[in-house]
T-cell receptor, first 114, second 114 residues
Framework: NAGVTQTPKFQVLKTGQSMTLQCAQD?????MSWYRQDPGMGLRLIHY???????DQGEVPNGYNVSRSTTEDFPLRLLSAAPSQTSVYFC?????????????FGSGTQLSVL | AQSVTQLGSHVSVSEGALVLLRCNYS??????LFWYVQYPNQGLQLLLK??????LVKGINGFEAEFKKSETSFHLTKPSAHMSDAAEYFC????????????FGAGTRLAVHP
């Protein structure tokens, strides 16, 4: 059982470049989300989705786009990378239902923007 | 607005000593509270969660946490630290109802020395 799979694990970009971080889950979870982790700030929610075709903004959405065409996949797009987007990115999924459902996290993507 | 404060970004204990990681929250409604653990180069894993069923919550790996409404606290404890407990620990809060947007604390890095 793979769980939540993120690719790539590491990425270096130049300012202004674009890229897509991939996230896939095989648990048939309705909810998926993207977080970024920065030192001393914990994890902050970027975007989330409660089902295919439905996405919404989290706490820090600027500079990022998402779409959810299937239940399994939830890619995160950086259209024009900036140094402020240097961070570790985590994708997570969980079942719909009560708000106490636990999140399953991927192993993260470490992104550096030069 | 909800928030989470973790007191102490770094905690160091001896192997076999008590582990105490502090978490205080603010929420205008009864919250759901979580502790997640992150081992090096991995995503977060759920340690335990409070869902109002019982104020003392037992989690995995011998950890437990007590919800104290009067103190707005949800401190994490373990009677005897093991070397394998060295990791970063995150407290998180979510509102009941709807998509569970988790608000994370900044994290506490636990070091365990022989």
């Amino acid at each position: 059982n793979a769980g939540v799979t993120q690719t790539p694990k590491f990425q270096v970009l130049k300012t202004g470049q674009s890229m897509t971080l991939q996230c896939a889950q095989d648990m048939n979870h309705e909810y998926m989300s993207w977080y970024r982790q920065d030192p001393g700030m914990g994890l902050r929610l970027i975007h989330y989705s409660v089902g295919a075709g439905i996405t919404d903004q989290g706490e820090v959405p600027n500079g990022y786009n998402v779409s959810r065409s299937t239940t399994e996949d939830f890619p995160l797009r950086l259209l024009s990378a900036a140094p402020s987007q240097t961070s570790v990115y985590f994708c997570a999924s969980n079942k719909a239902g009560a708000s106490n459902e636990k999140l399953f996290f991927g192993s993260g993507t470490q992104l550096s923007v030069l | 607005a909800q928030s989470v404060t973790q007191l102490g970004s770094h905690v160091s204990v001896s192997e076999g000593a008590l582990v105490l990681l502090r978490c205080n929250y603010s929420s205008s409604v009864p919250p759901y509270l979580f502790w997640y653990v992150q081992y090096p180069n991995q995503g977060l894993q759920l340690l335990l969660k409070y869902t109002s069923a019982a104020t003392l919550v037992k989690g995995i790996n011998g950890f437990e946490a007590e919800f104290k409404k009067s103190e707005t606290s949800f401190h994490l404890t373990k009677p005897s630290a093991h070397m394998s407990d060295a990791a970063e620990y995150f407290c998180a809060v979510s509102l009941s109802g709807g998509y569970n947007k988790l608000i994370f604390g900044a994290g506490t890095r636990l070091a365990v020395h022989p």
